[in-house]
C-alpha cells in the first residue's frame, strides 16, 4: 500500500545521503512535506494523552505523552531559519487538530507577535504574549497559579516560549515562576516547549540545565552541536533547515520532519 508519509520520509534520507554533493552546487529548495492535515488523516486515530512532535523517517509518528511527566520540558535547539518556530508552531496547530479544548490549550510567548498571528484565534489558544509586554509576566503567573492548584485535572497547558534568550529581560520574580514552570510544570501538565538560538547558547547557559530533553534541528557549528549535546561528533548539519529534526533516543538518533501547515489536498 502506498504510505506518502513513508515516501517523504525515504526522499529526506536519500537527500541527506546526497548532501555533500548537493553542498557543492547551488542551495536546493526545501522539499515540500505533507500538510499536517493529510498527515493526521494519514496517521489515524492516536491516543489521547499524545501531543504530535513530528513523523519519524519509517513514517511514524512522534510523540509526547502528556500525561507522564518524566522527559520533563523540551528545549529545541536550532541555528537561526532552522525551523524552531514552524515545528513550535506545527504542535500548537496539531495540538488544537488532535484534542478537545477541555483536554489541550496552548499559550505563546514570542518576541514576534505577528509571526503567530494565525493561529491566534483558534479556540485552543488562550493568548499570543509578546515578551516585552506585562502580558507575557501576567500569562506566566497565571500558569504558575494553575500548576499549584492543579493536583488531578486532566487538562494540559502547552507554555510554548519561541526564543529562551527572551526570557533573560523579564524581571527577577518571572524568572523564578518560569524555573519553578520548568521544574514542576509537566508534573501538573503544563508543558513548556521552548525554543532557542544555538548560536547564541552561552547567553542562556543558566537555563540549559533545566531540559533534559532536547531536540535538535540544522546546527553549523559541530562544536555548538557537541556542546548541546554533551556528545562529541554529533554533528547535525546534514538535517534539512525548516523541516528535519533530531533527538536522543537511548544510544542513537531519532530523526523526524514536521509536516506542513497549509491546508491538504
Keep these: 500500500m502506498n504510505n506518502p508519509l513513508r515516501n517523504f520520509s525515504m526522499m529526506l534520507e536519500a537527500l ?42 519509517d513514517g511514524l509518528p512522534v510523540l509526547l505523552n502528556l500525561h507522564d511527566p518524566h522527559p520533563g520540558p523540551l528545549l529545541v535547539a536550532a541555528d537561526p531559519g532552522a525551523g524552531k518556530t514552524d515545528l513550535l508552531q506545527m504542535i500548537a496547530q496539531a495540538a488544537t487538530e488532535m484534542h478537545e479544548q477541555g483536554d489541550v490549550q496552548f499559550g505563546a510567548l514570542t518576541n514576534y507577535p505577528d509571526e503567530w498571528e494565525h493561529l491566534a484565534g483558534l479556540e485552543h489558544c488562550v493568548g499570543i504574549f509578546p515578551t516585552y509586554h506585562d502580558s507575557a509576566i501576567d500569562f506566566l503567573s497565571s500558569l504558575s497559579g494553575w500548576a499549584h492548584a492543579n493536583k488531578g485535572s486532566q487538562q494540559s497547558i502547552l507554555l510554548l516560549i519561541d526564543d529562551l534568550e527572551s526570557m533573560e529581560h523579564i524581571d527577577f520574580d518571572a524568572r523564578q515562576t518560569l524555573r519553578y514552570l520548568l521544574l514542576r510544570g509537566p508534573a501538573r501538565r503544563v508543558w513548556p516547549i521552548v525554543s532557542m538560538n544555538a548560536e547564541r547558547a552561552l547567553r542562556v547557559e543558566s537555563w540549559l540545565e533545566a531540559f533534559r530533553t532536547r531536540i535538535f534541528g540544522n546546527i553549523q557549528s559541530d562544536h555548538t552541536a557537541d556542546t548541546l549535546t554533551g556528545i562529541q561528533g554529533s554533528t547535525l548539519k546534514h538535517l534539512q533547515s525548516g523541516l528535519q529534526f533530531a533527538l536522543r533516543e537511548g544510544d542513537e538518533w531519532l530523526k523526524f520532519w514536521i509536516p506542513d501547515l497549509s491546508e491538504g489536498e
Excluded: T
Aim: glycine share 4%; proline share 17%.
Design 16 to 57: 541527506a545521503e546526497l548532501q555533500p554533493e548537493i553542498e557543492a552546487s547551488l542551495p536546493q529548495p526545501k522539499p515540500a512535506a505533507p500538510s499536517l492535515s493529510d498527515s493526521l488523516s494519514e496517521l489515524g486515530p492516536l491516543p489521547r494523552e499524545a501531543l504530535l512532535l513530528g513523523l519519524a523517517s
